[in-house]
C-alpha cells in the first residue's frame, strides 16, 4: 500500500503529470491559433466557434499555471476538480468541432471553404487529443489525492490515535487534579504546566 502511494505521490507520477499538462497546454495553443485566424476572416461567427475559442483561450491561461504544480512536493493533486470541470467542457468543444467539421460538413461553415478543411480537421484532432489528456489527468489527480488521503489516515493512526479530550486529567470539585499519569502529587503540577503550554 505504501509503494502504491509513493508512486502516486513519486517523481514518476510527477513528470507523467507535468507531460499531460504539457499536451493540454499545447493543445490549446494550437487551437486557440486556428480558431482566432476563423474569427478574423469569417463573418459568420457561429455560436459554437465562439465556445470553443473561449475554452481554449480558459484552458491556456488554466495551464501555463498548472505546468510548474507538478514540480513542487507539496502538490498533491489540487487541481482534481478544475480537470474534472474542464474535460466536461473539453467534451462539449469536441461535439461541437465534430459537429461542425467531420468528413464533408467542413465545406458548409465559412466562406471560401475548400482552403480551410484542413486547418478545420486540425481543431478537430487537438480536441481529441486535449480531450484525452484532460481525461487522464483527471483519473491521475484523483489516484494521487485519494493516496494522499490514505496517507494521512495512516499516519493519523500511528502517530496521532490517542484521543486528547481523554487524556487530559480530571479535576473534581475541589480544584485538585487527579488521573494524571505522574505516579506521585507532585508530578502532577509539571504535568499541568506542560499541558497548558502545549494545548
Known sequence: MNTIGNFFNGRIARTLL??????????????????????????????????????????LFIYLIAMVLPALKSYRGYLLPLNMALTYLWLTSLIFSSQDYAGNRCRYFSPNTTRHCGLKHTVQAFHIIGFVFLLFNTIQEALMWASYRRENQQHGAVHGGGDPEKDRPLTNATGTTTGTTQGTTGGAVPGLIYMCTHL
Open 18 to 59: 507535468s507531460a499531460n499538462n504539457f499536451i493540454i497546454l499545447a493543445s490549446s495553443v494550437i487551437i486557440t491559433g486556428i480558431l482566432s485566424y476563423f474569427l478574423r476572416h469569417w463573418r459568420d461567427r457561429g455560436t459554437h466557434l465562439v465556445y470553443n475559442e473561449v475554452i481554449a483561450v480558459l484552458t
